[in-house]
């Protein structure tokens, strides 16, 4: 099994208790609005890193930071954007796939600061689409959160958007290919 730990909107501000809560990933997905690529440096000393530029971003991180991502992490097919809208894939496609790109299986995006696990309908073509809330200033009464996706074998077993003290404030499991 491998944690995918997901983080955004840290705005150049990691915390102690963020850099804590990710500590237990395989692999880190950066949702853009880093803030400063030092923030990148230290999160890669817990595991590696995929990230995404936000709409406070600029070109400081190379040419290994751009707008979209697709990794496949243990066999799970991923798109990372910082804008909801760019997770979103329609009949007419994405302006982040290109055509003929296999559609992923999660979507994960930040931007809004406030946290939520879509699945079913609202998320397909994917089986889920997942914002990880805020490290910094969050909003809708939530408090600093991330996300965490546990996968195996090109299954994604759970989905959950924890505090940063570990208290699990929405989740949703399964075994979703």
């Known amino acids: 099994m491998t944690t995918i730990g997901i983080i955004s909107d840290t705005h150049g501000q990691l915390s102690e208790a963020a850099y804590a809560a990710l500590a237990d990933s395989d692999h880190i997905i950066h949702a853009g609005d880093i803030g400063n690529p030092a923030i990148l440096r230290e999160l890669e000393t817990l595991a590696p890193v995929t990230a995404v530029l936000g709409n406070n971003d600029f070109d400081e991180y190379g040419e290994a930071v751009g ?76 408090p600093r959160c991330v996300a965490k996706l546990d996968v195996s074998d090109g299954c994604v077993d759970s989905v959950r958007v924890e505090t940063l003290t570990g208290e699990t404030v929405m989740e949703a499991g399964g075994a979703a290919r």
Request: charged share 15%.
């Open 67 to 142: 707008r979209f991502a697709h990794p496949v992490i243990d066999g799970v097919r991923f798109l990372v954007a910082h804008y909801p809208r760019d997770v979103k894939i329609s009949f007419a496609g994405s302006g982040a796939l290109a055509p003929g790109d296999p559609i992923p299986q999660v979507c994960v995006h930040g931007h809004t600061h406030v946290p939520e696990i879509v699945t079913g309908a609202d998320a397909r073509p994917a089986t889920y689409v997942v914002c990880p809330g805020a490290a910094f200033r969050p909003r809708g009464g939530f």
